[in-house]
């Protein structure tokens, strides 16, 4: 038990779509970061935030937004959701900026896309 | 840019040591870490280990970085069938944001 909860668990979406995916950090995590897990992959970095400030991008499109809140809750967006964006999302939230802190991660929620 | 290379598949028998390899090309890397992925679950930290260490070791866990080959090692010892699972090698440089490169992951078959 990470204490970081994501929501939905499962999502199905048709092609052309929006979605937004959510996360609840544990309270004082004040950096957030979202990452994509295709079937049998690694997790990619999407982006991360701090401080309610986008803080960092991985090779990801501009219809991949998101948003962080001072409740320590923050949001994946998709628009114009593709076949490919099908895949396990992850956030993870740390207690501060750095490498050696550590991510506690959710259970993820799974998007397909249909 | 960064890669992370892991091989996809080891079986080991329950009790004996295990060895997941793991190769990264980004010598700016500064930590590097070993997570654990159960079935419908999230990442779980298991050790990390900062670049300028040979060695680290947690009780049944020793990890081995070879810093000149880019090599990175996880040991489990006395491994257990709770050990099943898929692990992921990952790095991240140093900088202003913690953007962590992990590897395709090594499933891990522990056989009673």
């Known amino acids: 038990e990470t204490g970081v909860t994501q929501s939905p668990t499962h999502l199905i979406k048709t092609r052309g779509q929006q979605v937004t995916l959510r996360c609840s950090s544990q309270?004082?995590?004040?950096?957030v970061s979202w990452y994509q897990q295709a079937l049998g992959q690694g997790p990619q970095f999407i982006f991360q935030?701090?401080?309610?400030?986008?803080?960092g991008r991985g090779n990801f499109p501009p219809r991949f937004s998101g948003l962080q809140f001072p409740n320590y809750s923050s949001e994946l967006n998709v628009n114009a959701l593709e076949l490919d964006d099908s895949a396990l999302y992850l956030c993870?939230?740390?207690?501060?900026?750095?490498?050696?802190?550590?991510?506690?991660f959710g259970q993820g929620t799974r998007l397909t896309v249909v | 840019g960064e890669d992370v290379e892991q091989s996809l598949f080891l079986s080991v028998r329950e009790g004996d040591s295990s060895v997941i390899n793991c190769t990264y090309t980004?010598?700016?890397?500064?930590?590097l870490y070993w997570y654990k992925q159960e079935p419908g679950a999230g990442l779980q930290l298991l050790t990390y280990?900062?670049?300028?260490?040979d060695m680290k070791q947690d009780q049944r866990l020793t990890v081995l970085l070879n810093k000149k080959d880019k090599h990175l090692s996880l040991r489990i010892a006395d491994t257990q069938t709770g050990d099943s699972a898929i692990y992921f090698c990952?790095?991240?440089?140093?900088?202003?944001?913690?953007?962590?490169?992990f590897g395709t992951g090594t499933k891990l078959q522990v056989i009673p």
């Open positions: 309270s004082g995590h004040n950096t």
């Open positions: 280990i900062f670049s300028n260490m």
């Open positions: 990952a790095e991240t440089p140093s900088g202003g944001y913690q953007k962590v490169t």
């Open positions: 980004d010598s700016s890397s500064t930590y």
């Open positions: 993870a939230s740390s207690l501060a900026l750095g490498a050696s802190t550590e991510a506690f």
């Open positions: 935030y701090y401080r309610e400030e986008e803080n």
